[in-house]
């Protein structure tokens, strides 16, 4: 069973800085690209980062691209998100998710997903 639990999300002011963790307790995602997604009020899901299984690939999206950096501790099973020089306009709902195919993932239709955590930017 897949399991992947956020943690990390809150209140922010512009400017400052953020970091996310997920934690895929079943071990599920080991062997599988995962990603980190968002979702601001009335819009779709939004690519954010990824990276592969080894971690010896990421992958941004354009909108965070320069400020933030996605890591992995295959040991621990988890994944986590830096980011940094925060705009009001990265508020949302961020998650994690993971698949075998990383196309699947950089196109926001990976397989498994977690609950979500909330960020608040504040401007």
């Known amino acids: 069973q897949v399991q992947l639990v956020e943690t990390g999300g809150g209140l922010v002011q512009a400017g400052g800085s953020l970091s996310l963790s997920c934690a895929d307790s079943g071990r599920t995602c080991s062997s599988y690209t995962m990603g980190w997604f968002r979702q601001a009020p009335e819009k779709e899901r939004e690519f954010v980062a990824a990276i592969t299984w080894d971690g010896g690939r990421t992958l941004y999206g354009d909108a965070v691209k320069d400020r933030s950096t996605i890591s992995r501790d295959i040991a621990k099973s988890t994944v986590s998100l830096q980011m940094n020089s925060l705009k009001p306009e990265d508020t949302g709902v961020y998650y994690c998710?993971?698949?075998?195919?990383?196309?699947?993932?950089?196109?926001?239709?990976?397989?498994?997903w977690g609950q979500g955590t909330q960020v608040t930017v504040s401007s």
């Open positions: 998710a993971c698949d075998s195919l990383i196309l699947r993932v950089v196109n926001a239709r990976p397989a498994y």
